[in-house]
């Protein structure tokens, strides 16, 4: 059954924190990054490129862990979670980083384009949500 | 050989920036989590509950992976690696979550403690160190 995200979760979601990554190591550890994060539904949007540490490894083992702490109030709570990746694809995915970069930087169109680099669309189904203090 | 933390990192860990945890689940998956973090030497310190996911997830599997982002300037880089528990210990560890909560919240005392709770230092020797853009 799919986890069910919360007001909370979802205010947080839609605002300008980042969010952290925890993707799964070939040796079976934690590799942890951050990066924007938005929605679509009930399922969680995230952006990469081709090559990355983060994309070969959710290619490979498709389970993410995802933290947000609201910067405003790190105290208040913050959303923690389990999630599955079901779809990395590039259809889409120019498209999406502009989108991340006008909701995080208010910009038209992301700034921080490599040359040849290939933008990812991923999308996270979530399995679990905690709220945590501390 | 273990990881050096280079100056942005030690700037980071000192500052009142939470880190995310990622801790391996039971299933290999990873688990997140954030949590307030020190120093010594070359070492982090982090401080946990006994019992809690976390708490039992390093005692079944040490290796973690750590990030800290600026909340101030997110997009000037952050602090991302891996690392291996070492150690887990009651010893000092009421102390040092009081010692965290001093750093963090400027207070003598740790306000939240639990009936009961019995605290965890954990000592994290860094195994790899990335920072990095977006």
């Not at 994060?37 to 995802?66: C, F, H, S, Y």
Request: proline share 6%; hydrophobic share 35%.
């Amino acid at each position: 059954m799919a986890g069910k995200l919360n007001e909370k979760a979802k205010q947080l979601i839609g605002s300008k924190a980042f969010a952290t990554l925890s993707t799964v190591d070939p040796d079976g550890g934690p590799q942890v990054s951050p990066l924007w994060i938005d929605m679509d539904g009930d399922d969680l949007l995230v952006n990469t490129a081709r090559g990355r540490t983060k994309a070969r490894n959710i290619e490979r083992d498709p389970r993410v862990g995802i933290c947000i702490v609201d910067p405003q109030n790190p105290y208040a709570g913050c959303v923690a979670l389990r999630g599955t990746v079901v779809d990395i694809t590039t259809d889409g995915a120019d498209e999406h980083i502009d989108h991340l970069a006008s909701k995080y930087l208010g910009v038209e169109t992301y700034p921080n384009r490599q040359a040849g680099e290939v933008r990812l669309k991923v999308r996270i189904r979530v399995d679990r949500v905690a709220m945590q203090p501390e």
